[in-house]
């Protein structure tokens, strides 16, 4: 079968298997960020309020903002404290498992 160059150049052009993914993406407004470092003094900070956390057991009420890999972005996440594993470094939240590293802010919620 010959194909005329009009046709032909169809059978070539790209496939976008997600085609309106990526402008659904920029209308919802997202917007990817940087992973801020941390100082010094904020690190000791955070580690002091998740010592705390350890030592007074689970099921504390926090809120804790973290930055996800996932999605590129911050997290605002308030729940109860599932586990904290100070040898794995993380934090299980709600269902939701933080690594020390990516903790931005971390809040006990005193009730």
Known sequence: MKYEDDNRAKIFAPFDSLTGFFGEINEAGIIHEEKVTLTDNRQDELEANLNELYNRGH?????????????????????????????????????????????????????
């Open 59 to 111: 099921r504390e009420l926090v809120t804790v903002i973290y930055y996800s890999d996932t999605l590129k972005n911050y997290v605002n996440i308030t729940g109860h404290v599932d586990k904290i594993d100070p040898l794995d470094k993380t934090l299980l939240l709600s269902g939701n498992l933080i690594s020390f590293s990516n903790i931005f802010d971390i809040e006990i919620i005193n009730l």
